[in-house]
């Protein structure tokens, strides 16, 4: 068994989990190891294979972390020869035995909240109060395992408020409505009240509802496994960087055109 990490740019995505007919993360990773005849033509999915998270479209990762039985020669290097340059492998483990999904005991969301005018304080005292184990349903369309034991914090950078969400697991949609509640009540368009009404018996649907804020913000940053030893691939990790570098610029460029454009409309 080998375990992978991954980073990838989740905008032409449609999700991690493979589905028959748009790209998606996962179906993309096993086109590769079909064409490096790791994985068999006719094979659903490869010999122990598992990842550690379901990301939703759109959701950009840097330690996403996928296990498989191996080969020795299968490096990330060897990967990311026919990966498309939107997902780099950089790093991996070798292990007797593993499951990415069940073996993990935290993961790691950060999300970048534009939000120039809300209160930080605000924002940190929502975090306190959702801190701990709490039935979150009101916060997730699953209707089981909406019991979760969360830790988070909340920094100011500039515009942004970057929300960090820590747990063993996270319900779908989770950390982007939490981050929905946490803009509101820091901007003022909600009072701290709401965040007892999301995590009380009451059941919020409607206009009351708590929607889930855009996914491109949303990284998953990290993913831990204490009995793992990943060794970071340093051609590959090179090829990573660069990746999200060309991202960065891409997006700094297209923000000077917006910026020339707003300021040229009179």
Known sequence: MRAFRLAYDGRPFYGFQRQPTVPTVEGTLFDALRELGVLDPDERKPS???????????????????????PEWLTPRAL???????????????????????????????????APAADDERARTVMRRLAGEHDFYNLTPDDHNTVRTLAGEVERDGDFLIVTLRAGGFSRQLVRRIVTLVRNVATGDASLSMVDRALSDEELSGPDGIAAAPAAPLVLTGVDYPELDFRVDNEAAASARELFENVRTEAATRARVAGEIEQRIE
Do not use: C, K, M
């Open 48 to 70: 122990g294979y598992a990842a550690a998270g379901r990301t939703d479209r759109g959701v950009s990762a840097v330690a996403q972390t996928i296990g498989l039985a191996a």
């Open 80 to 114: 990311n020869g026919v990966l498309p340059g939107s997902i780099r492998a950089w790093a991996h483990a070798n292990t007797d035995s593993f499951h990415a999904t069940h073996d993990a005991v935290a993961r790691e969301y950060t999300y970048q909240l534009h």
